[in-house]
């Protein structure tokens, strides 16, 4: 098992919080003496890229094993997606029935089983990056399978792969590219970059201990990438927009973050515990603020009238109530799933059904 590194939870805890600022955001410039922090709250989705990056570092670490089985990995990883979502879009549904959102029908199947990585094609929006995700461990399934090729091998050729790939889509197709047509967007997609960034990290470090030798020097560099990566994806709209782009921008700066954690916990300073705290309800929050935030705007509607201090402190109350709800939610709602699928019998009987199920 890999040990539990708080730095690492509380870049969690940050990402996610970018997250909920971003969509926050939107709200909160409805409120003339919020409307500053626009300025701020524009670039959060860049969580999302730390999330791909912290992602690859994890993940990558819990499979690289020299007993690896793909098909244990690939049934656990996705459980600890679906056992974390499905909650969640049930209570969405059930809201739905209430009257505040109900999804569209069309939606029901890909929604469920987390096949569309379009956002608005999803119920619940931030469901998308989930997409992704499943995409991502089938890579690492891949790598790690090659049991006859070292992994130092098989991590670089499928990173310079997945480069080369979107590289010569982008120079060769540009037009494809800035429409989203481009051929196996998602499957290939340049976003995984940040992801195999990670597990490359998770590798080399592994193998090197190079943050234990030099941890000054990684957080030297962290600082560099971060600072380097976020100017570069200001600069412009496409690097937001443009996967490839996204990943050597916005990714970079995800990678720099990364590094900056891990230097700091090789140093005396010790990680924040309600930061860390965040990071462990960070899966909770990144997906119930969207419902969180459509029932407050809901009763902020209708309740409270437009203008005026009691909309002012309304609006400045909604972030703590979300993290507040996801720490209660993780800690009664997700956890609970997750340690009964993990340690109990039913967990085991469930892992052993999907194997059968699949060997079949």
């Known amino acids: 098992m890999v040990e539990k590194n708080n730095w690492i939870q509380v870049l969690r805890g940050i990402a996610a919080l970018m997250v909920v600022f971003f969509h926050l955001g939107d709200y909160w410039a409805l409120v003339p003496e ?16 730390i999330f791909f ?13 020299s007993q690896f089985g793909a098909r244990h990995f690939l049934i656990r990883r996705a459980m600890r997606i679906y056992l974390g979502y499905w909650p969640v879009l ?21 929604s469920i089983l987390l096949l569309e990585p379009f956002m608005w ?10 997409t992704y995700e499943l995409y991502f461990y089938l890579w690492v399934a891949i790598i790690c399978a090659f049991k006859w090729v070292s992994r130092s091998i098989t991590l670089p050729i ?3 792969a997945v480069l080369l790939w979107n590289s010569l889509f982008l120079l060769v197709y540009p037009a494809e590219v800035y429409s989203g047509s481009q051929a196996l967007r998602f499957p290939i997609t340049g976003l995984g970059l940040e992801f195999l960034a990670g597990a490359a990290i998770a590798h080399f470090d592994k193998r090197y201990l190079w943050v234990n030798r030099l941890p000054v020097a990684t957080l030297a560099l962290g600082l560099v990438l971060t600072v380097a990566g976020f100017t570069l994806g200001t600069s412009s709209a496409q690097f937001d927009t443009i996967d490839i782009l996204r990943s050597a921008s916005y990714g970079v700066a995800a990678v720099g973050a990364l590094l900056l954690v891990l230097g700091l916990s090789r140093c005396p300073p010790t990680a924040p515990k309600f930061m860390a705290s965040i990071g ?7 997906l119930i603020h969207p419902v969180l935030l459509w029932m407050m705007a809901a009763f902020q509607f209708r309740h409270i009238a437009p203008g005026g201090n009691t909309q002012l402190i309304f609006f400045l109350l909604m972030p703590v109530v979300i993290v507040v709800a996801s720490l209660v939610w993780f800690r009664w709602v997700e956890q609970p ?24």
């Open 34 to 49: 919020l409307q500053f922090t626009k300025m701020l709250t524009r670039w959060g989705f860049a969580g999302v890229d």
């Open 158 to 160: 499928f990173f310079l």
């Open 90 to 110: 049930l209570t969405l549904v059930l809201l739905g029935l209430f009257g505040l959102t109900y999804p569209s029908e069309h939606k029901n199947v890909s």
């Open 280 to 286: 462990d309800a960070s899966y909770s929050l990144y």
């Open 121 to 130: 094609n999803n119920w619940l929006p931030t469901a998308w990056s989930l």
């Open 53 to 65: 990056v912290l992602s690859g570092y994890v993940v990558y670490q819990s499979a690289d094993k």
């Open 337 to 360: 799933l997750f340690q009964a699928v993990a340690n109990d019998n039913l967990g085991q009987r469930l892992l052993h059904r999907c194997k059968n199920y699949f060997a079949s």
